[in-house]
């Protein structure tokens, strides 16, 4: 072995171990910094060496942008659910059915029941080579490039583990990272993740590792499998793969008696809300693996192991009005309006009603005693209504509002759509102070201006959308209560300095509904200037990564509308930059020179902005919709069926991923 190749080795074993002290022992052993550094000089030296590549290097853990539907795996040994109870005397029955069916002594494990989205990953002399999601039991999909953004996942284990073996788990979203994730989807009024095990299964489904990377996923795995395991108990195991690098939860018991189990179950029904990550109950196992094997499997589930299920924390009180609120896109939410009362922890005064829809399902009547929850739900809801405390005092029935409660506007609801919208989107005074929150936020301007001085100015005259921000004058400013010179002068130099904003933050500044921060940046990658956005045909914005029919159809109505267009000329005016910089682009060749690439479908190597920065970096040009004038078709798999007709028609020449690196001399 060479030094390099020592060194990358080397680098590889030492940020795994870190990896293992910092996300599974919480007990770093290093700054972030040192860490950093150690990871950049390993990627510097595989990017130099890529002979000597391993998909389980400590550097893939931050994912790719490459674009790939996921296959079907067949799982080795099926993925049988659970039989749920709710009840301690179910938990009793099924300790008595143990018992009459072994006829010996026995041991109950009791684990917590994490409420994320189940994992098989399987490891071959100590690497991982495969992470299948659940699926329907007897396949699931092949997750593994996203299975290695986690870092609680060990890419390659330590100690003396077998050669091949199967372990299962859960992946979780830790609360903090949930709510985070869901007050930005709030922000741009984004649907909301119901709960954190919603919200990881769809990161753990997402075609592009780097984004899944981006969600700080956590991992909890529970139970082992192979032809040679290394103990004859399910506990056993579980303790000798924690030493091979598994996080393992330490709220693991094995238990001798029923008593036992109640008491463990007792604890955790309290002490669970204090966990970092959502559980939703108790699995009680058999320890002997023998002993499982005696007891055997129904067709759904086996014999052997049970999950009790927590009630879910419920509580009664009485709903006193319903609000709406009106967001920046002219969304109306229903709010109810509650006596305070105790639930999980914190003081519910409020909870969504969503639509009307379910104001509907749920009967609602002013003065209604109402069941809230919170249970795996972070956003309190209602689930019901005690019908039974009715009274004569009861109120009227609640109906959804018509008309806009900010400026009178009849509400709209499309066809498809379960909310409710005001469309008097340019004059209705919330949607247009919340369009320029919108923009001065931090994900987009970056301007040093907040909501109640937002609303101050609006109410002055000073301003009546974002653009008019860039008109303010120090003196527009002085006369103005509590605001002074030093105040008037950071404003208007955070105005200036916003002007060098990238692209993609000045599109998510205009706030276009379902155009969040990611969709923004898909869209400057895959059009690169506001002039090829505007113009867009449904076809050209639907070829970019990541834009389905509901993105594409809001962008296409956005610059239909005459005032948007003058909108966004007033901000090109003022300097703001409106389309991709190829500043950074190094010329590498001119096997492209003069010739235009459109591209379209997934590839194996390469993710689509990698393949437009190569056809830049050898002369090309990139083009977003196929003409007469289109050289070539970079072709992936999956293409889109208009496009392909299209480019047969037109007699368009079709270039493989191969084809294409032949073409440029970088195989």
Request: charged share 30%; glycine share 6%.
């Amino acid at each position: 072995m060479d030094n390099v190749q020592q060194q990358i080795e080397s680098l590889r074993k030492e940020l795994e171990q870190h990896n293992y002290s910092y996300y599974v022992l919480s007990q770093p052993t290093i700054s972030d910094y040192e860490f950093d550094m150690k990871l950049r000089q390993l990627q510097d030296l595989e990017a130099a060496h890529p002979e000597f590549f391993d998909p389980n290097s400590p550097t893939v853990r931050v994912g790719n942008d490459i674009t790939k539907e996921f296959k079907q795996v067949a799982h080795r040994y099926p993925m049988l659910s659970l039989g749920n109870t709710y009840s301690e005397a179910d938990v009793s029955d099924f300790y008595e059915r143990v018992r009459k069916a072994l006829n010996e002594d026995f041991e109950i494990v009791c684990e917590l029941k994490y409420d994320g989205t189940s994992i098989s990953l399987t490891y071959q002399d100590g690497k991982l080579v495969q992470a299948v999601t659940r699926g329907d039991g007897e396949k699931g999909d092949d997750v593994t490039a996203n299975a290695r953004t986690i870092h609680a996942i060990p890419l390659t284990l330590q100690g003396d583990y077998p050669a091949e073996f199967e372990i299962r788990g859960e992946v979780l979203m830790p609360w903090s990272v949930f709510e985070n994730l869901n007050k930005e989807r709030e922000e741009q009024e984004e649907p909301l993740f119901a709960n954190p095990r919603n919200a990881a299964s769809g990161t753990l489904k997402l075609l592009n590792s780097k984004e899944v990377f981006k969600r700080k996923l956590d991992s909890y795995l529970y139970y082992l499998l192979g032809e040679d395991l290394p103990a004859d108990t399910h506990f056993q195991n579980l303790q000798l793969a924690r030493s091979w690098g598994f996080k393992i939860s330490d709220a693991t018991k094995v238990c001798k008696t029923l008593q036992e189990v109640f008491d463990f179950i007792n604890y955790w029904d309290v002490e669970r809300k204090n966990l970092p990550v959502a559980t939703d109950g108790i699995v009680l196992k058999v320890n002997s693996i023998r002993q499982q094997e005696m007891l055997g499997y129904t067709a759904k589930s086996p014999r052997w192991a049970i999950a009790y299920k927590f009630q879910a924390e419920r509580a009664c009180t009485r709903l006193n009005e319903v609000t709406y609120q009106v967001g920046r896109t002219g969304a109306v939410t229903p709010v109810a309006n509650l006596n305070p009362v105790q639930l999980a922890g914190t003081v519910v005064k409020r909870a969504s009603l969503h639509n009307a829809d379910i104001i509907n399902g749920l009967d609602l009547h002013l003065g209604d005693m109402v069941y809230v929850e919170k249970g795996g739900e972070i956003i309190p809801k209602i689930v019901g209504v005690n019908t039974d405390a009715r009274g004569a005092d009861l109120g009227p029935k609640v109906e959804f509002i018509k008309v806009c409660p900010e400026c009178g506007a009849e509400l709209v609801r499309g066809e498809d759509e379960a909310a409710h919208y005001c469309p008097n989107e340019d004059g209705c005074p919330t949607q247009r102070m919340g369009k320029i929150e919108h923009f001065v936020c931090r994900k987009a301007m970056n301007i040093n201006i907040g909501s109640e001085n937002i609303d101050l100015f609006y109410k002055k005259g000073l301003i009546s959308n974002s653009a008019d921000l860039y008109e303010l004058k120090l003196e527009d400013l002085m006369h103005l209560e509590r605001w002074g010179l030093k105040s008037a002068q950071n404003l208007i130099k955070s105005i200036e300095d916003s002007k060098q904003v990238p692209f993609e933050r000045v599109l998510f500044a205009l706030g276009i509904r379902y155009v969040g921060a990611t969709v923004a940046k898909k869209l400057a990658q895959g059009l690169e200037s506001i002039e090829r956005i505007e113009n867009a045909t449904y076809d050209d914005l639907v070829s970019v990564d990541e834009i389905g029919e509901i993105i594409a159809n809001s962008v296409i109505r956005f610059f239909k509308k005459e005032e948007n267009r003058e909108f966004v000329n007033r901000l090109k005016a003022y300097g703001l930059k409106f389309e991709m910089s190829n500043d950074m682009v190094e010329q590498m060749g001119d096997a492209l020179q003069g010739l235009s690439v459109i591209i379209s479908g997934t590839f194996e190597r390469h993710s689509r902005d990698e393949l437009k920065v190569l056809i830049e970096q050898y002369g090309g040009k990139n083009v977003t919709s196929i003409s007469s004038k289109t050289d070539y078709l970079l072709a992936g798999a999956n293409i889109g069926p208009s496009k392909l007709d299209k480019a047969k028609k037109l007699n368009i020449k079709f270039l493989s991923e191969e084809e294409f690196e032949q073409m440029i001399g970088e195989k």
